[in-house]
């Protein structure tokens, strides 16, 4: 697609449900990244998918967070038992990975989710 | 490990004048460096890298960065600010040698006043 898309682009769920967040990133972007963005905050790095490298996982706050990439395109973030702290702007962003690290990511407009 | 601080959460300016907006860095090699602009309840949209070679980059909307090897840093610059900069921004450093990972510094609000 032209631009990195993010889906949905507004959540509100309740606490202790399961949330999903879609990121369908650049055509042949080969990385992958999700950021969290709280209010007026700055980005806190989440996760990483380079290719078909393990990702890095470094950046998930608890064993509620999971993601996937599947076929080395789409992405889903899950959120499992979902908290009020999770209540936040999910960020998804892509790039043309390790083989080119000299290019930027572009982002996607984000998915803010509200957890009452 | 790479990390990116901006040590001001805040910068205020009145349109016309210079602004500058700080970034060091924490890299173990040669860094790539980034910056973004994130106007209100829009995502980040790219301004500048600095790559190799130039210390002083220019990029999008007028705004340049220069980096700095023996200070480790790479402040954002733009000789007349303008309203519409109003914005918040965020630096980010990637280290060749980790596989492409992007980290960013937590952000600087810059306010341009009238």
């Known amino acids: 697609g032209a631009g990195v898309s993010q889906s949905p682009s507004n959540k509100v769920t309740e606490k202790g449900k399961d949330v999903e967040l879609r990121c369908d990133p650049i055509?042949?972007?080969?990385?992958l990244y999700w950021y969290r963005q709280s209010l007026g905050q700055g980005l806190e790095f989440l996760i990483y998918f380079q290719g078909n490298s393990a990702p890095d996982k470094s950046g998930l706050p608890s064993d509620r967070f999971s993601a996937e990439r599947t076929g080395g395109s789409v992405s889903t973030l899950t959120i499992q038992r979902t908290q009020q702290e999770d209540s936040a702007v999910y960020l998804c962003?892509?790039?043309?990975?390790?083989?080119?690290?000299?290019?930027?990511?572009?982002f996607g407009q984000g998915t803010r989710l509200t957890v009452v | 490990a790479q990390s990116v601080a901006q040590p001001e959460d805040q910068v205020n300016v009145a349109e016309g004048n210079p602004l500058t907006v700080k970034c060091t860095y924490s890299v173990s090699g040669n860094p790539y460096l980034f910056w973004y602009v994130q106007y209100p309840n829009r995502g980040l949209q790219f301004l500048l890298k600095?790559?190799?070679?130039?210390?002083l980059v220019k990029g999008s909307y007028g705004f340049e960065a220069e980096f700095n090897k023996s200070q480790t840093s790479f402040h954002l610059k733009k000789p007349s600010a303008l309203v519409s900069d109003s914005a918040l921004y965020f630096c980010a450093v990637r280290d060749p040698n980790r596989a492409g990972k992007l980290i960013f510094g937590q952000g600087t609000t810059l306010q341009v006043k009238p």
């Open positions: 600095y790559i190799t070679g130039d210390n």
């Open positions: 962003a892509s790039s043309l990975g390790q083989f080119a690290p000299n290019t930027e990511a572009f």
């Open positions: 055509s042949g972007h080969t990385a």
